[in-house]
T-cell receptor, first 113, second 113 residues
Framework: AQSVTQLGSHVSVSEGALVLLRCNYSSSVPPYLFWYVQYPNQGLQLLLK??????LVKGINGFEAEFKKSETSFHLTKPSAHMSDAAEYFC???????????FGKGTMLLVSP | DAGITQSPRHKVTETGTPVTLRCHQTENHRYMYWYRQDPGHGLRLIHY???????DKGEVSDGYSVSRSKTEDFLLTLESATSSQTSVYFC????????????FGPGTRLTVL
């Protein structure tokens, strides 16, 4: 069975600082991996996805993530946080050929001025 | 934005009453999903559909049923609502089971008193 672990339910950074949100997965086959963002009172929006092409994936709003098979990780980064990045972020995994996603529990990103 | 609507957007009901939530899509996507979101649990899959009249259970299906009689509509029914079903419910759609990128609706906030 596939699973996702997001380290840290809350992460606090200052505006302009590096953002690092951690995601580790377990999967018995090469996975597809996703990061979604949820702003208050809204649905989830796709930030980026890994589907076995390049291991470094660039997404919207300056975010990127690197797939590391040896570490079973797919951490999300952004070089410089902006106040508008404050939101909840979810990592998700899907085994290739399966039609469902398994989500992590989410990490709330707090950005202070 | 993917054409996904959910109705109602907010509902308050009493324990023991039946409740039906509707998800409607205009994208003609094959796959549709119902999730619930609760603090500390992330998103958990309730049921999903891989075609008209084809549905399957997810992780937290007890107390819920679904129906899909048309491509564009996916209904979630709480047969006899309980307070533990107070949650935010999200519908999602996906065109394929390949990379399984899912698009989310705006959510329905359900309160069971």
């Amino acid at each position: 069975a596939q699973s996702v672990t997001q380290l840290g339910s809350h992460v606090s950074v200052s505006e302009g600082a590096l953002v690092l949100l951690r995601c580790n997965y377990s999967s018995s086959v090469p996975p597809y991996l996703f990061w979604y963002v949820q702003y208050p009172n809204q649905g989830l929006q796709l930030l980026l996805k890994y589907t076995s092409a390049a291991t470094l994936v660039k997404g919207i709003n300056g975010f990127e993530a690197e797939f590391k098979k040896s570490e079973t990780s797919f951490h999300l980064t952004k070089p410089s946080a902006h106040m508008s990045d404050a939101a909840e972020y979810f990592c998700a995994v899907s085994d290739s050929g399966y039609s469902t996603l398994t989500f992590g529990k989410g990490t709330m990103l707090l950005v202070s001025p | 934005d993917a054409g996904i609507t959910q109705s109602p957007r907010h509902k308050v009901t009493e324990t023991g009453t039946p409740v039906t939530l509707r998800c409607h899509q205009t994208e003609n996507h094959r796959y549709m999903y119902w999730y619930r979101q609760d603090p500390g649990h992330g998103l958990r899959l309730i049921h999903y559909s891989y075609g008209v009249k084809d549905t399957d259970k997810g992780e937290v299906s007890d107390g819920y049923s679904v129906s899909r009689s048309k491509t564009e509509d996916f209904l979630l029914t709480l047969e006899s609502a309980t307070s533990s079903q107070t949650s935010v419910y999200f519908c999602a759609i996906s065109a394929t089971s390949g990379d399984n990128e899912q698009f989310f609706g705006p959510g329905t906030r359900l309160t069971v008193l």
